[in-house]
């Protein structure tokens, strides 16, 4: 990536040497991206576990013993890589940005857990997100 930006930054001396050149802006795709979302989608299901146990084990709302029961339900959002720093915003659909050499990945990762408690009742709690910067 050193070697793109260089040659993109220094075309203006073949310019002035008139050679003729038509350039665009360097674009910049995360090649292993389909072995980075398993590593994601694993991290955000982790820490989704963890915070439903922290809410479950941290929470006493006078009803009793209860316990995280077992996980009823995943679903996971679309991907979005974003420039580090930049404009881009969340959409329902695929944010890609390619302008940027340094991004940002985020996913979500809902998760609905049953709730144990002493009483007859069931709650259902979950979201999770990760991101990781590439570069």
């Known amino acids: 990536m050193d070697l793109i930006s260089r040659v993109s930054n220094e075309v203006t001396e073949l ?4 050679v003729y050149i038509r350039s665009f802006a360097p674009k910049y795709n995360y090649t292993r991206l389909g072995e980075l979302k398993v590593e ?7 820490m989704g576990l963890m915070r439903a146990r922290t809410a479950v084990e941290g929470g006493d709302f006078g009803l009793g013993d209860f ?3 077992d996980l009823l339900k995943t679903s996971i959002g679309v991907f979005q890589i974003l420039g580090t720093n930049s ?7 695929v944010t890609l940005n390619t302008d940027n050499m340094y991004k940002a990945a985020y996913v979500n ?3 609905k857990y049953e709730i144990e ?5 069931t709650l259902y709690w979950g979201v999770s997100c990760y991101f990781l910067y590439l570069g």
């Open 109 to 111: 990762v809902k998760q």
């Open 40 to 46: 994601m989608i694993q991290l955000a299901a982790g």
């Open 15 to 18: 310019i002035e040497k008139d």
């Open 117 to 121: 408690l002493g009483v007859e009742a």
């Open 87 to 93: 404009n881009d915003s969340f959409s329902w659909g």
């Open 67 to 69: 316990g995280l029961g």
